[in-house]
């Protein structure tokens, strides 16, 4: 699933529709999708760490750079947003060591998610602390917070499929990837197969035509 997940979402065409289609507003207004670049990262350190797709892109003012930071997870994982701290960390890491640079980029992560029971999932840093001694001792302040924007693909989301028929039937694909009530994959692919007919036929007729 790993690697289905980042050869379709490596393609900028899917992953920018996506992006147009799930971002919350501000973050579309925010960020320029005509510069979107694909950008292949590893961490080499003691051991190495790799993020499963990053992005960068302008936002509007043309100022600054922001990146765009996938972590796909198809199972529960309670560490996931600690790993994507690791990265957010590394990233400005070495940004730091460029010569002149003013400002850090702006990171924006997305954990990608079609396990079970995705209610359960950790989606921000602060969920790994007590909450009560928080509150009682005013410690956010001494905190290095930040949420995901979390998209929820297990089949037992009401999360709607959005974007071209290509991103919807491929997020169909997650959905129903951890069913395994062979019956209920079947209702699921019959009710998706006039998507799956027409995306055919304009492959088709691309080929032909090109």
Do not use: C
Not at 20 to 41: A, C
Not at 74 to 82: E, P, Q, R
């Amino acid at each position: 699933m790993v690697i289905f997940f980042k050869q379709t979402f490596g393609r900028l065409d899917i992953t920018r529709n996506f992006l147009q289609s799930y971002l919350p507003q501000n973050l579309r207004e925010f960020v320029d999708f005509s510069e979107l670049d694909h950008r292949p990262i590893s961490y080499v350190g003691k051991s190495s760490y790799y993020s499963d797709l990053l992005f960068k892109s302008k936002i509007e003012n043309k100022k600054y750079g922001v990146y765009l930071l996938f972590e796909h997870k198809s199972y529960n994982d309670k560490w996931s947003v600690m790993q994507i701290f690791n990265y957010l960390a590394r990233i400005w890491m070495r940004e730091k060591r460029t010569k002149g640079i003013k400002n850090l980029s702006f990171i924006i992560p997305i954990l990608f998610y079609h396990g079970e029971n995705g209610g359960l999932v950790i989606k921000s840093f602060s969920e790994y602390f007590d909450q009560n001694m928080i509150e009682n001792y005013d410690l956010n302040k001494y905190l290095p917070d930040f949420e995901t924007v979390f998209y929820d693909f297990s089949n037992d989301s009401n999360l709607k499929l959005l974007g071209d028929r290509r991103v919807r039937l491929t997020l169909k694909f997650f959905k129903i990837s951890k069913i395994k009530d062979i019956t209920v994959v079947y209702q699921e692919i019959i009710s998706f197969l006039p998507v799956i007919f027409l995306l055919a036929q304009l492959v088709l007729i691309g080929i032909f035509f090109n």
